[in-house]
């Protein structure tokens, strides 16, 4: 199942890998994933494999939260409309930008077995990183987005020639 679903999110991340190589690619990464688990403390190491899931789940959803709502608030309460909805998609780099930050910010917050943040150990163990994660992807990404549809808006206006400016 994970190198199924591994390969489709390859897909679905828009990068053009044939299909047998992204799924030999997921069997790769899940088979080391195993024999690491397997190498020690399976319980603990679980457990530090579950906390940077969810670390990374946070920014995620901040960011997954801002585009629903701009998305909702362009249609101002109209029916979803597919094909404008998703015909013409956004661009990626916005929430890669916001993702990797909300991440790294989160990194002093983090306390697992494996890394303790300096945040968290002069807390003695206190573990905010999954709140600043989600506040720093939506204080990065908002301001990405709204840049990206201005400038977008701006490149779809038509330029209107100046009264008796042609010949």
Known sequence: MNDYSGSLALQAAGI???????AAAAAVLGFLLVLWMHAADTTLRFQNLLLFVGYWISG???IMLVDARLRAKARRGAPIDIEAEFGRPQPWWPACVAFVAAFAAAVPFMD????????????????FAYYVAFLVSVAVYVPLR???RTARAEAAEPVVAAPGGGG
């Open 146 to 148: 709204l840049l990206v």
């Open 112 to 127: 697992t077995t494996l890394f303790v943040g300096p945040v968290a150990a002069a807390l003695h163990g206190e573990d």
């Open 60 to 62: 995620s959803v901040g």
């Open 16 to 22: 053009r890998v044939p299909r047998p190589v992204a």
